[in-house]
């Protein structure tokens, strides 16, 4: 049975900073592209990160350059997203995904799989 769990969200300020984990399971990361995404109320989904299982490369939507920061570790297969400099725009539910990167600007990704998210709530 495939389970993708989020983790780490919560209520933070503006210039705080918030650590998610998405613990995978009946995959094999390595398989997969893998990354986050997120949603906003009222805005479409938008991707924040990728790793691309191919060659390594990270890649990061523009709004995030600089102040988040993706990882995972294979032999867990869970993955991470350190979020620092949080503004009130990046409120929003993430969702962890796995699956095939179809263009890297902007990050769009065919997924296999989704986790259920994680709300991020930046206040002012």
């Known amino acids: 049975e495939v389970q993708v769990v989020e983790s780490g969200g919560g209520l933070v300020q503006a210039g705080g900073s918030l650590r998610l984990s998405c613990a995978a399971s009946g995959f094999t990361f390595d398989d997969y592209d893998i990354g986050w995404f997120r949603q906003a109320p009222g805005k479409e989904r938008e991707g924040v990160s990728c790793?691309?299982?191919?060659?390594?490369?990270?890649i990061y939507a523009d709004s995030v350059k600089g102040r988040f920061t993706i990882s995972s570790d294979n032999a867990k297969n869970t993955l991470y997203l350190q979020m620092n400099s949080l503004k009130p725009e990046d409120t929003a539910v993430y969702y962890c995904?796995?699956?095939?990167?179809?263009?890297?600007?902007?990050?769009?990704?065919?997924?296999?799989?989704w986790g259920q998210g994680t709300q991020v709530t930046v206040s002012s």
């Open positions: 790793i691309s299982s191919s060659d390594g490369r990270i």
């Open positions: 995904a796995a699956g095939i990167i179809v263009t890297r600007t902007p990050l769009v990704m065919d997924a296999d799989y």
